[in-house]
């Protein structure tokens, strides 16, 4: 496990300078001292003094401003002994004021890093940094000329420098980082008011994957059961007006919160999760009349069907055609190095798809349709920003005569889920096809 440990300058700083003592894992025994300079934007170079960087860009709000935080963060892979810092001050000299380690005073965590027995002295947080391993410096804060991270969410202009910096070191490192938050939402989408009630009387239960607990919910007998599965950052409580209607018709109704979602535990999921939840739920219910899927969930749905589910009508609500879209979204979405994509591609082949051909993988519904037989509506916003249009286009024209495609306007990729006209045609298709 990488553990890391991170300093904030609280006044403006042009250079980073460290100084660490690293132990021989192969002979125990200490190796020379070695000094690096941090550049905000470079990979850590050998005695590289960074003067040149533009004061005003470092200044603690300025950078806040563009990326949230103000940090050096070190992730250390080999014992280390002691570890010093210094601070070349755009103004006065401010090595010993005001700085901090992890809520702690920097010159207390310099000192207690800089003695013989630094274990002692600077207690089990930095006790669990000096039994890490290498060191690798990381500044987040993103070059001046790339605009494109200045305008990225702070969360996100973090993760784009961090993996990018990281890569020009290890790109296998990087891609072990970046197919980890690949599968991270970063936000986890709450109930509404509006939603509660009608989830009050749902009958719960709970699907295990992989250590995690999907949390499902069942309205009716069970009889005629509709499944419906929601996407990527949201919850089974978005389909609220779908779920109403169904009930009319005399459906049952069954969805559920997948791992990292809503009410579901963990803090990550994957395509073979909800295809895993989707056929134990098939194995609990039987065959589904229909089965309605939103976003990513209608990715994972078509997946599941290639592997055993069964439903007599399948509806795709601004559904994604092929996981590599996802892939090139993320990498896009992030400013990433295109190396990074290649990394992550290979960790996607080995963990989600082992065994599967070149060609096939990773997962396309252009690859389900001589499985999937029943009809398929496809509904799809041409104004939505998440996942284009064109995704939505290519699964109607993978399924070719078996397809109809209904295209809104002004909906975007969720609103479209509690439109009356998007939720009546629905309703219809899955009652008569």
Known sequence: MMRTWSWRATKPFRSFSSRHTETDPDRGRRTSGSTHSQSPTAPVTSRQDLRRATPAMLTPRAVQGRCGVNSVTLTTAAPVRSFSCAVSAAGPDVHGANQMVDGMAFPSIQRALGSADADAVAGSRIRQHLKARTIVLIYHAPATADRGVLDMDPTEAV?????NTVSRVSGRLAGTGAYALFHMPLARSKMRSSERELFDAAHRGRVRVNGKS?????????ERPVLLVHGWQSRGSRFSDFISGLLDRGYSVVTFDAPGHGDGTGR?????????????????????EALVAHSLGALGSFHALTKGVKAERIVAISGVCDFEYLVDEFVSGLKLRPSLKGELLVRIGKDLFPGVPADRMPFSVRHATEVITAPVLVVHDEDDTRIGVGQG?????AFGDRARLITTQGLGHRKILGDPDVVRSVLDFVEHG
């Open 393 to 397: 286009r290519a699964i109607a024209a």
């Open 214 to 222: 999907a949390v499902t919910y069942r309205w009716g007998t069970g």
């Open 268 to 288: 990550s999921t994957t395509i073979i999760e909800y295809q895993k939840i989707l056929t134990e739920l098939h194995d609990q219910y039987g065959a589904f």
């Open 159 to 163: 993760v784009s420098t961090t993996l």
